[in-house]
């Protein structure tokens, strides 16, 4: 063997014995160091939902917000810093963190300095969306918990507000496609928002003032009357009308008909690439010879869940969620 090559591979395996090698994520990572960790997981969120139904959309939130930040290391997690990211504008609304302390809780009892916070979050989500009737699915773990958490580096999140190019934009710098911007927009299939997300839409929506004109006639008296111009903008609505408890396709429908509650949802019919993408789940003959909604919406989650992850000897697995070791 050349002795340069011998060389290099000696170097690479001592590298990996003292820890500094990054693993990859992978599906049943905890199998054998601690093979609760999932049912656990599943069990904390299965307890949480029942007792509020809106939970199951709260944890789902809270891995997107978590993922679109420092990537997918539970930075979103952190409460004990001055500057710490949850207080960010664009995290306003965002909960869920009892649930994923009591789990890591419950983990840390019976696997201590096991299991991370960024992978109990991914877990969360995906079991969240189980319980809203949604499709199961293999979440890969082995992320790291971030050392990271300041409000400024959440200061681009995506916001109701923005334009479709924005949007885009947004999402292509974290690695996710046109597709992807459809598909995990379409996870407000669950959920509320808060009146305070629909004042300038209904009221003084620009150029001009007045209504969004893409909302539906038939549409706006109902929003104006939950949201109304001097009302209570804590109250909260349902983002997927007629269908907010219930993981569906539903809410691609209403975005093309102009019954999409949030601006940026009704967005998506602003451009071509993801209007093309939103129609090709509604032919007649889908999913039996078009593209499958929900397991198209599984890749956009797995892949949006490895988002500037950290592995092998990046980041640290926290004994709280919400301060650093």
């Known amino acids: 063997m050349d002795l340069e090559l011998l060389w290099v591979l000696t170097l690479i395996a001592c590298c990996c014995l003292m820890g500094t090698c990054n693993a990859q994520l992978g599906v049943g990572f905890y199998g054998q160091t601690c093979p609760s960790a999932e049912p656990v997981v599943r069990s904390v969120v299965r307890n949480a939902v029942i007792s509020d139904p809106n939970m199951a959309a709260v944890l789902l939130r809270l891995h997107f917000h978590d993922c679109f930040v420092?990537?997918?290391d539970g930075s979103i997690l952190i409460e004990n810093e001055p500057s710490a990211?949850?207080?960010?504008?664009?995290?306003?609304?965002?909960?869920?963190?009892?649930?994923?302390?009591e789990a890591?809780?419950?983990?840390?009892?019976?696997?201590?300095?096991?299991?991370?916070?960024?992978?109990?979050?991914?877990?969360?989500a995906r079991d969240a969306v189980a319980m809203a009737?949604?499709?199961?699915y293999k979440v890969p773990t082995g992320r790291r918990d971030g050392r990271v958490s300041n409000v400024s580096l959440a200061a681009d999140m995506p916001d109701v507000g923005d334009s479709i190019q924005q949007l885009k934009s947004k999402f292509s710098e974290k690695g996710l496609s046109d597709k992807d911007l459809v598909l995990l927009s379409a996870a407000h299939t669950i959920g509320t928002t808060a009146c305070f997300f629909m004042k300038d839409r209904l009221y003084n929506f620009m150029p001009g003032g007045g209504s969004d004109p893409s909302i539906n006639p038939d549409f706006l008296p109902e929003l104006k009357l939950m949201c109304p111009q001097d009302g209570d903008v804590n109250v909260r609505?349902?983002?997927?009308?007629?269908?907010?408890?219930?993981?569906?396709?539903?809410?691609l429908w209403?975005?093309?008909?102009?019954?999409?509650?949030?601006?940026?949802?009704a967005k998506l019919n602003d451009d071509p690439a993801t209007r093309s993408?939103?129609?090709?789940?509604?032919?007649?003959?889908?999913?039996?010879?078009?593209?499958?909604?929900e397991a198209d919406f599984i890749k956009s989650m797995v892949k949006m869940g490895r988002i500037g992850v950290k592995t092998g000897s990046?980041?640290?697995i926290r004994r709280v969620c919400k301060s650093f070791n």
């Open 104 to 124: 890591k809780a419950q983990l840390e009892a019976t696997c201590p300095g096991i299991v991370s916070c960024a992978d109990i979050v991914a877990l969360a």
């Open 133 to 136: 009737n949604g499709p199961a």
């Open 85 to 101: 990211e949850r207080n960010a504008f664009g995290h306003q609304g965002v909960r869920g963190f009892e649930v994923i302390e």
């Open 277 to 293: 993408v939103m129609e090709s789940y509604m032919g007649l003959f889908n999913p039996i010879f078009g593209p499958d909604f």
């Open 314 to 316: 990046n980041g640290e």
């Open 254 to 265: 209403n975005i093309r008909s102009g019954w999409a509650v949030l601006e940026s949802d």
């Open 70 to 72: 420092e990537g997918c």
């Open 237 to 251: 609505i349902a983002i997927d009308h007629g269908s907010e408890r219930t993981f569906d396709d539903q809410i």
